[in-house]
């Protein structure tokens, strides 16, 4: 079976909504109510990849887990943190693609001189939790009954981990689009160092 880490597409817009789909209708984990359609899908992919990495994982040409990254605020002195999502089809879990993505995902967000990664985790959620805590992220906070889907109130627990010295000055990051299609980027998908 090939597998492959790769940049995602407009192309996987039907395979993200299908993995998506469930934990918007049937979980917490999301807090959308309605999942996105293959449109909206296709629009935030090409937005995200504007500006930040946006990676999936198939095997044998089927989308299995993907992860992204997004602004963590808009206001300026924020543009050197970022928050980071990763999902895996129920059909894939415990086979190393949520780690995977994430170590690709992170090394690329330090070669675009991020500073800091974010996470926010549902909470209870325990294997999400393990996963961001086996990457290195450490919890910083807890919103309390921040938001209430399914019939009751939820907490939002948040993980932070830096991804560089902040030692300034800081310089802005670059913008993925100018990654793209390099040497540096295939190396970083790979695992390698740039």
Do not use: C
């Amino acid at each position: 079976m090939a597998e492959v880490l790769r940049i995602a597409s407009e192309t996987d817009a039907d395979a993200i909504a299908a993995i998506y789909a469930p934990l918007v209708r049937d979980t917490v984990i999301s807090f959308e109510l309605e999942p996105p359609t293959r449109e909206e899908m296709r629009r935030r992919i090409t937005d995200t990849l504007a500006i930040l990495p946006w990676l999936v994982v198939e095997r044998d040409g089927q989308v299995l887990a993907y992860a992204y990254a997004g602004l963590h605020r808009t206001r300026w002195a924020y543009q050197w943190s970022v928050d980071v999502s990763v999902y895996v089809d129920s059909r894939a879990h415990r086979r190393g693609y949520g780690r995977r993505l994430y170590h690709a995902l992170l090394n690329i967000l330090r070669a675009q001189g991020y500073y800091t990664a974010y996470a926010g985790i549902t909470l209870p959620n325990e294997a999400s939790v393990g996963l961001h805590e086996a990457m290195g992220f450490r919890p910083i906070g807890v919103y309390h009954n921040v938001g209430y889907k399914m019939g009751r109130w939820w907490d939002v627990g948040w993980w932070g981990l830096p991804l560089r010295a902040y030692d300034p000055p800081a310089r802005p990051p670059r913008r993925f689009t100018e990654l793209a299609g390099s040497a540096e980027l295939e190396q970083l998908l790979a695992g390698l160092p740039a």
